[in-house]
């Protein structure tokens, strides 16, 4: 770790801190994840999920790990800086979030969301936290409770903050899938025009009622299998009306409740796929891409309609092109390399992958209906939240909230301006060469 020289710390968990770091030789900053425990084989190392996971995707909106170095039994990833993370845009905001950046921001998450679930992938803790923003840019981080869709259950039951954890796993699902990670979509939305949680539950039990109380209970012809899950733990929903969602989220558009409410649905295969959400009426607007935020690709020979097409065909086929439901994709990197001393890699060049272009019409339409962990671990390791009243409650004036995130109150914010849709684990074995270096770099996250 020579290479770099540490700059300071900007974060700190229970996992590991984080600092932020110049590259000695390119100038490159970078932020660099020293993990606490002790890792006593490479092989323990890239066993890890946040590795394996990382190495098989590269997207403009996940975030890039550059290398994994093991030295002298301590692990350090090294990642690209990110300016900030998203909580911590919101955290002590004043006034509310103009829906154009929302929409820019949710639009760049549900491509990269869309981009891991197709490879195989679910995040398992989406949150305000996990999320980093440069500039106009927002990428997904921190992998390390993400799992592969066609693992083998059980699953856990204890993953991601209670506040944005879907309820398939409040009630201990055995098994689950990407439709967690939709959820807690929808949850996110909802916070970053209010800048209020949607659902703060204080426990299981009462995060359950919390979002009871906002969408209604369930009931057993809505989701039979959420009754069997409660039957098997013996709880029993209470029987809540839930309340007007466009009241509780006023600043939002119609077009962003709708997409609120379908992401927040009880049953989990009603909940729309991240491909889908990108067809939905609130992005729109959103098929054009921001120039930084563009692969890099050579240029491509458009294909004029076929002749003999009809009109309608015609203008279907030229939006199909306009907005594709498609997302960047690149051949997994697997460039793992052990070496004794620490050496400099080259520079890993266009990290952005190529197009691959899907017709808008032979994509399913998803059909829209209406209606903690205590101590959160993000790559950025910030302060938490506050232990204030959460906006459900203060309009049902009944609920209460325990202790949050940590410590602080979250102001509430001015009233909003008249707003329109815009565009915007591991066994140890012992190791042949203690003391020594050993790296993992190449091209593995985008």
Same mark, same amino acid.
């Given at each position: ?34 993990? !606490? ?24 909106? #996940? ?17 690209? +800086? ?9 955290? %002590? ?6 829906? @154009? *950046? ?12 869309? =981009? ?8 398992r803790d989406l949150k305000p936290e996990n999320f980093l923003v440069s500039? %106009? @840019?927002? !990428?997904?981080? %921190?992998?390390?409770?993400a799992r592969e869709i066609v693992s083998q259950p059980p699953y856990t039951? +204890?993953?991601?903050?209670?506040? +944005? ?13 990407? @439709? ?7 949850? #996110?939305?909802? &916070? ?9 539950? $204080? ?5 359950? =009622?919390?979002?009871?109380?906002? #969408? ?5 012809? $809505? ?22 969602? $466009? ?7 119609? &077009? ?18 991240? $491909? ?11 098929? =054009? ?55 400099? =890699? ?13 017709? *808008?019409?032979s994509t399913r339409q998803p059909k829209y209906q209406p209606p903690i ?14 232990? %204030? #009243? ?30 329109? @849709? ?20 190449? !091209?593995?996250?985008?």
């Amino acid at each position: 770790m020579e290479r770099y020289k540490i700059i300071k710390e900007v974060g700190n968990g229970s996992f590991g801190v984080v600092w932020r770091a110049l590259n000695k030789q390119n100038g490159e900053v970078v932020a660099i994840k020293k993990m !606490k425990r002790k890792y006593y084989s490479w092989e323990e190392c890239i066993n890890l999920r946040e590795v394996k996971s990382l190495r098989k995707m590269n997207h403009p909106n #996940i975030v890039k790990l550059k290398e994994v170095v093991r030295e002298n039994d301590i692990l350090y990833f090294v990642f690209e +800086y990110m300016e900030c993370s998203l909580y911590q845009l919101m955290k %002590d905001r004043q006034k509310f979030f103009l829906e @154009a *950046k929302i929409k820019n921001w949710c639009f760049q998450v549900f491509q990269g969301l869309a =981009y891991m679930h197709q490879r195989g992938y679910f995040h398992r803790d989406l949150k305000p936290e996990n999320f980093l923003v440069s500039k %106009d @840019a927002i !990428k997904i981080a %921190d992998f390390g409770l993400a799992r592969e869709i066609v693992s083998q259950p059980p699953y856990t039951d +204890y993953v991601s903050t209670r506040w +944005y954890r879907a309820p398939e796993v409040l009630l201990q699902a055995p098994t689950y899938g990407p @439709a967690v990670d939709m959820w807690a979509m929808g949850a #996110i939305m909802a &916070e970053l025009f209010t800048l209020r949680p949607l659902f703060p539950g $204080s426990s299981e039990a009462d995060e359950i =009622y919390k979002i009871c109380s906002v #969408i209604g209970s369930p009931t057993e012809s $809505s989701w039979a299998e959420g009754f069997e899950l409660a039957s098997t733990i013996n709880y029993l929903f209470p029987d809540l009306g839930g309340v007007n969602l $466009s009241a509780l989220v006023p600043s939002a558009s119609k &077009e962003a409740v709708s997409l609120i409410a379908s992401l927040c649905s009880w049953n989990p295969r009603k909940r729309p796929t991240a $491909s889908e959400v990108l067809q939905h009426p609130f992005f729109q607007s959103c098929y =054009y891409v921001p120039p930084s935020l563009r692969p890099k690709l050579t240029t491509v020979a458009r294909t004029p309609p076929a002749e003999g097409l009809s009109g309608r065909r015609a203008m279907e086929q030229k939006y199909a092109k306009k907005y594709p439901g498609s997302l960047p994709t690149s051949k997994p990197v697997d460039n793992v390399t052990s070496s004794a001393k620490m050496h400099a =890699y080259p520079s890993t060049g266009n990290i952005d992958g190529g197009n691959e272009k899907t017709n *808008k019409n032979s994509t399913r339409q998803p059909k829209y209906q209406p209606p903690i962990k205590n101590n959160p671990r993000g790559m950025y390791m910030g302060k938490g939240r506050g232990n %204030d #009243i959460g906006y459900t409650a203060e309009k049902l004036g009944n609920m209460t909230i325990g202790m949050g995130r940590g410590s602080g109150t979250r102001h509430p914010p001015l009233p909003p301006p008249p707003m329109k @849709a815009g565009v915007p684990a591991n066994g140890r074995s012992s190791d042949l060469f203690p003391g020594r270096s050993q790296v993992y770099s190449g !091209k593995v996250a985008g």
